[in-house]
């Protein structure tokens, strides 16, 4: 006879002993998915603009067209980053202080990637060059 360790309700919801269920591994595949064709994006620019001058690229940066998906790519990127990061981060350190002091570290520099990628491209954008 094996013993089940979860309260009826806890079975009926598929929460595991985290309280998260699936949640973080779909929002994992999801940033994942979202930046395939993101990347493709970005990789186009990156070799449109190869040996380009800063003032084309500057101005390509700048376009709407070009900013609004770059930005997506930088917060899609550091969200996916910032993801990644906390599983290592919890499957490795077992030190309670240790861990939360990464785990606040890494969503800090996270937030700081994704927000100097945006405002660089929104000072491209607003003509802050």
Known sequence: ???????????????GSARDGTEHFWR??????????L??????VVVALTGADHARVAATLSSFWIAIP????????????RLGMQVIVEDY??????KYLLLMANTAFCALIGLV????????MLGGR
């Open 117 to 124: 990628g945006v405002s660089a491209l929104l000072m491209l």
């Open 93 to 98: 350190v077992h030190a309670p202080i240790p």
């Open 1 to 15: 006879m094996s013993q089940q360790m979860r309260t009826p309700l806890g079975r009926a919801r598929g929460l």
């Open 28 to 37: 994992q595949r999801v940033t994942s998915v979202a930046l395939v064709p």
């Open 70 to 81: 770059m930005m997506l790519v930088v917060l899609v990127a550091a969200a996916h980053m």
């Open 39 to 44: 990347v493709v994006f970005f990789l186009m």
